[in-house]
């Protein structure tokens, strides 16, 4: 067994004329927290889709846990939890009926699911239908259903979007906690302080390519700058991204 | 197992949560049976009101069992005078006037329809005539047994409760897998649910489930409120083979809605897309009114539709004591649609709107 939780190696994705991910090839230890940063349009989500296994890339290969993602494999999919940039509920269903959903899909008991609303702070919420949910309640969910099933891989496309600062806090907290349960966490955000506090180690993307690959601190020692933001800005340029 | 249990639960809850969906699936097409077999009711019945003044021997000496016998053909009415009963004939409120001088019964009947004036002269004669006979005391030299046919012609509810009721199904299955696809899609859960270790088996065993069910509480609703005295449907022998034919009928349609559940992109354009293609086809398959009428070349075509084979085979095991003869063709032909429109859906099928 390699000790490795990602492999990925050479990753390509087109969409129409767009090259939206363009030879990614990556690699995320077992316990590690990865951050993947870049501007918008750079390529995060769909490279997170390839390797999660939502979607088939044109070249290259994703594994997890040592498992080819694609073609659809349900028992790694059993070991993996996904939050997606677009959180995506059954309608007319209440906070509570959605997460018991999704655990019933894991065998996960329903006491274990309505612990995991607790703990992101959705307990007062649980009788209140999605498309009543504020954005980041929305979004809160979505990341409890993401982790009902205690998965051993987490993968969170921006998770912090649209959450309040407490609610950042604390889901910054619950993250900390799971990974230093030996769980693997793999992120993408544009909060650059998060990134920073949180991860491990960043991957920075643009263009559908990764620039550069390392821990926070040693990208910004290499690079002589004095933050996070620096780099970024240093690595992608300062211009709008269509 | 559990999975199953939970889909359907959640479709279940997100069909009776939509309140336009009940409406849509269950009541109107329950009002529609409430109030054709109300309007309809004296339609193609052929039950005449007569008008009696003063005292008629042959009516007045009918016992109570004649009398019961006669009742789903003949009505009698008390009228006050001679003038007023042939008011109400030329109103047509009743039937018929009838009196009698000194033996000589006068019967006047309305000269705008001769089916029924028809039936009453029939009716008074017989009864004239029969008691004729018991005057002179001798036994009759001919006598009449009746037999019975399963006639053609049905009372109104016998046509209209196999009708609506599959209008009513072919609309709740159509409906329900088109807009949980496209819903699904849209909110992006399908992709979701690739993502969860289920599998596609689950997914369209719990639609498969939760519709069946839909459609046998249409069935049971609809067979309950047409059974009651009110509307008097009758049901013969072999009624029971509506359920495996309402059975394959709602997969039949449900790949009706997964074809245009694959196609469209938006909740409106299914809904829009359903509606053309539901209504009229059961306006031509004989939903709402018989279809004998239409022209040969459309009664021709209205055969290509799955739901002229679900409503005669329905009409023929509810109402005119039709069997398997009747409904194993209907079935075949309605499970023969669903495979091959599921084929054509699977085809269309998209996991995203993008
Ligand atoms: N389903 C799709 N069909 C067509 N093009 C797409 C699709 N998804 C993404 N793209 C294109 O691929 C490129 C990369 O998109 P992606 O969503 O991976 O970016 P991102 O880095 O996640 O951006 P953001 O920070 O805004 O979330 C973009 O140019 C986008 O327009
Ligand atoms: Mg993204």
Redesign the interface.
């Known amino acids: 067994m390699t000790s490795s939780a990602i492999t990925a190696e050479g990753l390509r994705k087109r969409y129409g004329d767009v090259q939206a991910v363009d030879g990614v090839s990556f690699e995320v230890e077992a316990g590690e927290f990865y951050g993947i940063l870049g501007p918008n349009g750079a390529g995060k989500t769909t490279t997170l889709e390839i390797v999660?296994?939502?979607r088939e890339p044109d070249e290259g290969t994703a594994r997890l846990l040592g498992e080819l993602s694609w073609p659809?494999n349900?028992?790694l999919?059993?070991r993996?939890g996904?939050q997606?940039q677009?959180s995506?509920?059954?309608?007319?269903?209440t906070a509570r009926?959605q997460i018991?959903?999704?655990a019933?899909?894991?065998?996960v008991s329903d006491e274990r699911a309505d612990a995991m609303l607790e703990s992101v702070g959705l307990t007062d919420k649980a009788d209140v239908q999605d498309d009543k949910l504020s954005g980041g309640q929305a979004q809160r969910l979505s990341i409890a259903c993401a982790l009902v099933h205690d998965p051993e891989l987490v993968f969170l496309d921006e998770p912090t979007t649209g959450l309040d600062p407490q609610a950042r806090r604390n889901l910054w907290d619950l993250l900390r906690r799971i990974n230093s349960e030996g769980r693997t966490v793999v992120l993408t955000t544009h909060y650059m302080d998060e990134a920073e506090t949180l991860c491990d180690r960043v991957a920075v993307m643009d263009n559908g390519k990764i620039l550069r690959v390392g821990p926070p601190r040693e990208l910004i020692s290499d690079l002589g700058v004095d933050s996070l933001e620096d780099v970024f800005l240093e690595l992608t340029g300062r211009e709008y991204r269509e | 197992m559990?999975?199953l249990?939970?889909?359907s639960?959640?479709m279940y809850?997100?069909m009776v949560?939509?309140k336009s969906a009940v409406f849509f699936m269950l009541l109107f097409p329950l009002m529609f049976l409430l109030l054709f077999g109300a309007l309809f009711q004296s339609e193609g019945g052929t039950r005449v009101t007569v008008a009696q003044v003063g005292d008629v021997e042959v009516l007045d000496q009918l016992g109570d069992d004649q009398l019961g016998a006669l009742d789903e053909t003949l009505r009698i009415e008390r009228a006050g005078d001679r003038d007023r009963a042939l008011e109400d004939v030329r109103q047509g409120d009743v039937d018929a006037a009838i009196w009698e001088v000194d033996g000589e019964i006068e019967l006047y009947v309305s000269a705008s329809d001769p089916a029924r004036s028809g039936t009453v002269n029939g009716i008074v004669n017989g009864l004239v005539q029969e008691a004729n006979v018991a005057a002179t005391g001798q036994e009759p030299t001919y006598r009449i047994t009746a037999g019975q046919v399963e006639d053609e012609s049905l009372k109104a509810i016998q046509f209209f409760t196999p009708g609506l009721l599959g209008w009513a199904v072919a609309m709740g299955a159509s409906f329900m897998s088109a807009l949980t696809l496209v819903?699904w899609r849209k909110?992006?859960?399908l992709?979701?649910l690739?993502?969860?270790?289920?599998?596609p088996g689950q997914v369209i065993g719990a639609r498969v489930g939760v519709s069946l069910g839909l459609s046998m509480v249409q069935l049971a609703v609809f067979l309950g409120v047409a059974i009651i005295p009110f509307y008097g449907l009758r049901l013969t022998g072999n009624w029971w083979l509506s359920i495996p034919l309402i059975a394959c009928g709602t997969l039949a349609f449900m790949a009706v809605g997964l074809v245009i559940g694959a196609w469209a992109k938006t909740e409106e354009s299914a809904n829009g897309a359903l509606q053309i293609t539901i209504l009229p086809m059961a306006f031509l398959s004989g939903s709402f009114f018989p279809t004998d009428g239409m022209p040969g070349w459309l009664q021709t075509v209205s055969h290509v539709l799955p739901l002229k084979w679900l409503n005669e085979a329905m009409m023929s095991v509810l109402s005119r004591g039709g069997g398997w003869s009747d409904a194993l063709p209907a079935m075949g032909v309605l499970l023969l649609f669903a495979a091959v429109l599921t084929a054509i859906a699977a085809k269309l099928f998209r996991w995203d709107s993008a």
């Not at chain 1, 995506?88 to 269903?93: D, G, I, P, V």
């Not at chain 1, 019933?104 to 065998?107: A, K, L, R, T």
């Not at chain 2, 690739?194 to 599998?199: C, Q």
């Open positions: 999660e296994g939502l659809r349900t028992a999919l059993r993996i996904v997606l677009a995506a509920f059954f309608e007319k269903l009926e018991r959903t999704f019933s899909f894991y065998d | 559990r999975t249990r939970s889909l639960k959640v809850l997100g949560r939509d819903a909110k992006r859960l992709r979701r690739w993502l969860a270790p289920i599998g």
